[in-house]
T-cell receptor, first 111, second 115 residues
Framework: DAKTTQPTSMDCAEGRAANLPCNHS???????VYWYRQIHSQGPQYIIH???NNETNEMASLIITEDRKSSTLILPHATLRDTAVYYC????????????FGKGTSLLVTP | GAVVSQHPSWVICKSGTSVKIECRSL??????MFWYRQFPKQSLMLMAT?????????EQGVEKDKFLINHASLTLSTLTVTSAHPEDSSFYIC???????????FGSGTQLSVL
């Protein structure tokens, strides 16, 4: 799986949009971009994934650049409960393999 | 969607004893489950892949005789930490591969403390 690079930490004010970047310059054509988050002392939670088109669900939006070498996860209106470590993972879809977690971005949402 | 149930949530045991952690897939028949370990302030590290009806596949550096994995049914995988020592204290998390949905679902984790 391609390697990803994320900032170690970010802050965001409650109610504002949180934009979390991820670089995956070695991504292959059949690899998807997945985002998970882990709230302290809990198991990771799936957020969203995409191949090349922008995606949106009830939790977040995923913007993937045209060359697919980077992406941004957007939490449109961050709340205190969004404080967590966010992981960007690149993986071949349907491969049946486990997810390989990097260090992720620790997002702190402040009042 | 798929729901993964993991028990216990936390366990404290004496050094030298064995601890069993259960991971159940409630909505999906999982031929494959994954076991992770997470030390404080670190990321999740894959320990092993649990395969229903066959032997588990362990990652390099993980002792298969110490971390026994049993996946006897399509809904249950267990991880037994044998002869636990303080250095085995960690957060253990299981994950279910739901195949075609492209998503992995995770249990809530088990915090193991070995005294």
């Amino acid at each position: 799986d391609a390697k990803t690079t994320q900032p170690t930490s970010m802050d965001c004010a409650e109610g504002r949009a949180a934009n979390l970047p991820c670089n995956h310059s070695t991504i292959s054509g059949n690899e998807y971009v997945y985002w998970y988050r882990q709230i302290h002392s809990q198991g990771p939670q799936y957020i969203i994934h995409g191949l090349k088109n922008n995606e949106t669900n009830e939790m977040a939006s995923l913007i993937i650049t045209e060359d697919r070498k980077s992406s941004t996860l957007i939490l449109p209106h961050a709340t205190l409960r969004d404080t967590a470590v966010y992981y960007c993972i690149v993986r071949v879809a349907g491969s049946g393999y486990a997810l390989n977690f990097g260090k992720g971005t620790s997002l702190l949402v402040t009042p | 969607g798929a729901v993964v149930s993991q028990h216990p949530s936390w366990v404290i045991c004496k050094s030298g004893t064995s601890v069993k952690i259960e991971c159940r897939s409630l909505d999906f028949q999982a031929t494959t489950m994954f076991w992770y370990r997470q030390f404080p302030k670190q990321s999740l590290m894959l320990m092993a892949t649990s395969n229903e009806g066959s032997k588990a596949t362990y990652e390099q550096g993980v002792e298969k005789d110490k971390f026994l994995i049993n996946h006897a049914s399509l809904t249950l995988s267990t991880l037994t930490v044998t002869s636990a020592h303080p250095e085995d204290s960690s957060f253990y998390i299981c994950s279910v591969n739901t195949g075609g949905t492209e998503k992995l679902f995770f249990g809530s984790g088990t915090q193991l403390s070995v005294l």
